[in-house]
């Protein structure tokens, strides 16, 4: 599941008039509602997680893809292709998984780069990665806000759920879907 990927789904649809204000896709884990709203970002509800496993250094859950969590010090000089590429084989053995480093800005705010798994790089901003982050901020309690903001190479997401006792749902993902290129095919 791609969660960017997800929002840049629903802006199209919206850009191509194929539904007004909300509306609903299936992707692989399960289908997602998703709403444009009046500034034009997309929300996107991503599945309920009832497991953030926490190990100390690091916490592992899966936000429709699955996802590392480390908290780093100097982010912005951090080795993330280096050690992402690592943990990603070392932790995760042959399936892998996404690996996110994350510096807390203030309380409820965080910055986090992606390595994915797939690209095998850093990219510049993972939705499904992000609400990750927001999850295991929370669920480690170095949040008790349930709205989290995550500043990424890419920009600006935020994240946004309800904390129960067997985990989180009514998680949104929300932020800006920007048309950058446009083209016709001729067939
Ligand atoms: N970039 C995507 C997630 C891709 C996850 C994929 N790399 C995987 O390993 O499943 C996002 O914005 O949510």
């Given at each position: ?83 992402g590429r690592k943990l990603r084989h070392e932790v995760y053995g042959d399936d892998g998984a996404?690996i ?17 798994r ?70």
């Amino acid at each position: 599941m791609c969660g960017n990927g997800g929002r840049c789904i629903v802006s199209f649809a919206h850009f191509l008039g194929i539904f007004e204000k909300q509306t609903t896709f299936n992707a692989i884990d399960g289908k997602h509602d998703a709403v444009v709203n009046d500034d034009g970002t997309i929300s996107l509800q991503m599945i309920d997680v009832n497991k953030v496993d926490d190990n100390r250094d690091y916490c592992f859950t899966n936000t429709g893809s699955p996802h590392h969590v480390q908290l780093v010090a100097d982010l912005d000089n951090y080795p993330v292709v280096e050690e992402g590429r690592k943990l990603r084989h070392e932790v995760y053995g042959d399936d892998g998984a996404n690996i996110n480093f994350v510096q807390p800005i203030s309380h409820g705010t965080y910055k986090v780069r992606t390595y994915e798994r797939g690209v095998e790089d850093e990219t510049y901003s993972c939705g499904t990665g992000v609400t990750a982050v927001a999850l295991a901020m929370h669920a480690t309690s170095h949040t008790t806000n349930t709205n989290v903001s995550l500043v990424t190479p890419g920009g600006e997401l935020s994240v946004r759920f309800v904390n129960q006792d067997n985990g989180y749902t009514d998680i949104w993902l929300s932020g800006p879907a920007q048309q950058v290129f446009k083209g016709n095919i001729n067939i």
